[in-house]
């Protein structure tokens, strides 16, 4: 993970030798891994280790050239472009971006707990509810069709399943589960705040159908900074 993922190739062992017995050993090996542990503390003593893994640098292989290139290799060598690894990172990142705004990839999807969060602690939660939409359909002259997205709205209230009526007047009163989400402005639709009641259901959490429902992007950040600032407060209580 450390020679590969934080690109200390310095650090890269040896598994065996036809020259040296000694390579490979255990012995070898254990003190290998502690000149690595080390390292890796005095990083952290000077709160120089890295947050995130840098992107990787791949090796090229050169080989000595045979013949005259054709056009087409030619072509291939002149688009050939040697990038740093800060370049090469915001390269992976606009790309990345450019594949979710495509729908092909999601990263927020990805980045959700197994496990749905329990009701009661939803409120002033941000979440994404998979919301659909009719869209006009350009193969139809008036004909419309349905388009899901995930909506994000904060959840501002939460039904305790005994008193919680959608308004005073109602008769009915709420399910547990039902929660009052604040939908912002949204150009794109054409729509103004709002609020809604929704009933979210345990067994669709994260799943890609009608009124699925997950955290949304700021959540997850704002989760995992406090998941992060934690784990520093343990390491230096420790």
Same mark, same amino acid.
């Given at each position: 993970?450390? /020679?590969?993922? $934080?690109?200390? =190739? ?17 012995? @070898? ?9 080390e390292?890796?503390?005095?990083l ?12 990787? =640098?791949?090796?090229?292989?050169? &080989?000595?050239?045979?013949?005259? #290139?054709?056009?087409?290799a030619?072509?291939?060598?002149a ?5 740093? #690894?800060?370049?090469?990172?915001e390269?992976a990142?606009? @790309? ?7 729908? !092909?990839?999601?990263h ?7 496990? #749905?969060?329990? &009701?009661?602690?939803?409120?002033? =939660?941000?979440? !994404? ?8 359909? +350009? ?5 419309? +069709? /349905? ?8 959840v =501002? ?8 009526k ?7 009163v $709420? ?9 912002? +402005?949204?150009?794109?639709y054409?729509?103004?705040?709002? &609020? ?11 799943? @890609? ?5 997950? &955290?949304? +992007?700021?959540? $997850? ?14 390491a230096?209580?420790?």
């Amino acid at each position: 993970m450390r /020679t590969r993922g $934080l690109q200390w =190739v310095e650090f890269a062992a040896r598994w065996s030798s036809s020259t040296d017995e000694s390579v490979g050993t255990v012995e @070898e090996l254990t003190g290998h891994l502690k000149e690595l542990i080390e390292h890796e503390r005095d990083l952290r003593e000077r709160d120089e280790l890295p947050d995130v893994a840098p992107p990787p =640098v791949v090796r090229r292989k050169t &080989f000595k050239q045979l013949g005259t #290139p054709t056009a087409q290799a030619e072509v291939l060598m002149a688009a050939r472009e040697e990038l740093t #690894p800060d370049e090469l990172r915001e390269a992976a990142e606009d @790309e990345r971006d450019r594949l979710e705004e495509a729908g !092909e990839i999601d990263h927020v999807a990805d980045a959700q707990p197994e496990r #749905p969060p329990d &009701f009661a602690s939803l409120l002033n =939660v941000h979440l !994404e509810v998979r919301w659909p939409y009719r869209v006009p359909d +350009k193969g139809k002259k008036r004909g419309y +069709k /349905t388009h899901y997205i995930w909506a994000e709205g904060e959840v =501002v209230e939460i039904a305790d399943g005994t008193t919680t009526k959608r308004t005073p007047q109602c008769k009915t009163v $709420l399910a547990w589960g039902a929660v009052r989400i604040k939908w912002p +402005k949204d150009s794109r639709y054409d729509e103004d705040e709002s &609020f809604t009641w929704t009933v979210l259901v345990a067994d669709s959490w994260r799943k @890609e159908k009608h009124l699925g429902w997950r &955290f949304a +992007k700021p959540e $997850l950040a704002r989760r995992g900074a406090a998941a992060r600032a934690a784990k520093r407060a343990r390491a230096d209580t420790s």
